[in-house]
């Protein structure tokens, strides 16, 4: 299993990134893939993923912000991030697991196996 990001980067307040995970190993339909950040100083967080029902969630803080999809076609999930904010500032990683994750309060890290590089993203003010 292997799970790539692309697309991070710098941009200021209020503008728009849309970040790239390519997998391969794996069949989407058999898998959730979610999106997980780490800002500085804090604790990794599931920011929101998506099961091979379509059936997606997110945590508070980028509901109506965020929108993530999956291309099977591509083996690719990606992750729009629309107004972003300063806080948005972390490295973005992209995880999968095998079945169906139904989040709680939050997207747990520890429910997904198989992680990707991460990569950096910078909202400025």
């Known amino acids: 299993v292997q799970l790539v990001e692309s697309g991070g980067g710098l941009v200021q307040a209020g503008e728009s990134l849309r970040l790239s995970c390519a997998f391969s190993?794996?069949?989407?339909?058999?898998?959730?893939i979610g999106w997980f950040r780490r800002a500085p100083g804090k604790e990794r967080e599931g920011a929101s993923c998506?099961?091979?029902?379509?059936?997606?969630y997110y945590i508070d803080s980028v509901k109506g912000r965020f929108t993530i999809s999956i291309d099977t076609a591509r083996n690719t999930v990606y992750l729009q991030m629309n107004s972003l904010k300063p806080e948005d500032t972390a490295a973005y990683y992209c995880?999968?697991?095998?079945?169906?994750?139904?989040?709680?309060?939050?997207?747990?890290?520890?429910?997904?196996?198989?992680w990707g590089q991460g990569i950096q993203v910078t909202v400025s003010s």
């Open positions: 995880a999968a697991t095998a079945g169906t994750v139904i989040p709680a309060k939050t997207i747990n890290p520890e429910a997904f196996d198989y």
């Open positions: 190993g794996f069949v989407a339909d058999d898998y959730a």
């Open positions: 998506i099961n091979a029902d379509g059936s997606a």
